[in-house]
């Protein structure tokens, strides 16, 4: 499988970031691994002449309608992008949402031929309860449609306390969950659930990328922080095209 990286730019980002965003497409393009950069809907269809993939960060289940302030799939699509992220733990916690809707953004997503990251992960609380495996084989029965592919689908593992705060698992935990999740992919979904790539996120630096990269089952990263700026983007970019 080709391996990802993907950025996530979060509630950042102005015009001002979009001539370092260009350099990164010059310096990767060609590259051995998919690049992509999910960004705020108000700079996509600007960071989409980049010539890099392009993401959004979250979608409306809805094609239109009457939902102020909201974005469809449909919306980011016509930017030029051709990813969305679903399911992001800031989401699911600052908007409360649940598994249900995020199925029903994903499908979103597919319908406007988007590839989709269904992200997933565990609070603190259940991480120190020993419950991340169930918590994460939950989020996972109930946030991924039964119609998902490899080609149409990826899973990002983002543990919530990892998130923007310089801690991570460690990597035979890191390894111990992603192979947990691979084997609940392949039971639902066959063929289809060895092929759909598994990245890793929550405070990925260019200091731990190799070492994150090496695992087996980690096929890539949802980076936030670090992918800001293209000097620290980059090379994990390069880590991952070294380890693919
Ligand atoms: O979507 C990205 C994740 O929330 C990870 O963010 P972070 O790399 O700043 O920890």
Redesign the pocket.
């Known amino acids: 499988m080709r391996k990802l990286i993907?950025?996530?730019w979060?509630m950042n980002g102005t015009s001002a970031d979009l001539p370092e965003l260009a350099q990164l497409a010059s310096t990767h393009s060609g590259s051995s691994v998919d690049v992509v950069i999910?960004g705020p809907a108000t700079l996509l269809s600007r960071m989409a002449d980049t010539g890099l993939k392009i993401g959004g960060?979250d979608c409306h289940p809805a094609n239109s309608g009457a939902y102020t302030g909201d974005i469809s799939a449909a919306m980011i699509a016509d930017t030029g992008a051709t990813y969305v992220?679903t399911g992001?733990?800031?989401r699911r916690t600052d908007h409360a949402e649940d598994d249900a809707l995020i199925a029903s953004k994903t499908e979103a997503g597919w319908n406007a031929n988007l590839h989709v990251i269904i992200?997933i992960g565990e609070t603190e609380a259940q991480y120190r309860a020993g419950d991340t495996l169930d918590i994460l084989r939950a989020q996972m029965d109930q946030s991924i449609p039964d119609a998902a592919t490899a080609a149409t689908t990826t899973i990002?593992y983002?543990p919530v306390w990892?998130?923007?705060?310089?801690l991570t698992p460690t990597p035979d935990e890191i390894a111990a969950v992603h192979a947990a999740l691979r084997e609940h992919l392949k039971t639902r979904f066959g063929s289809e659930g060895a092929q759909m790539r598994l990245l890793y996120?929550?405070?990925?630096?260019a200091s731990n990328a190799d070492d994150i990269f090496a695992l087996p089952n980690v096929d890539g990263?949802?980076?936030?922080?670090?992918?800001l700026k293209a000097t620290d983007f980059s090379p994990i970019i390069t880590a991952l095209q070294q380890s693919a």
């Open positions: 993907a950025g996530n979060k999910c960060e992220i992001h733990s800031e992200c990002a983002e990892a998130i923007g705060t310089g996120g929550g405070s990925v630096k990263a949802l980076v936030g922080g670090a992918s």
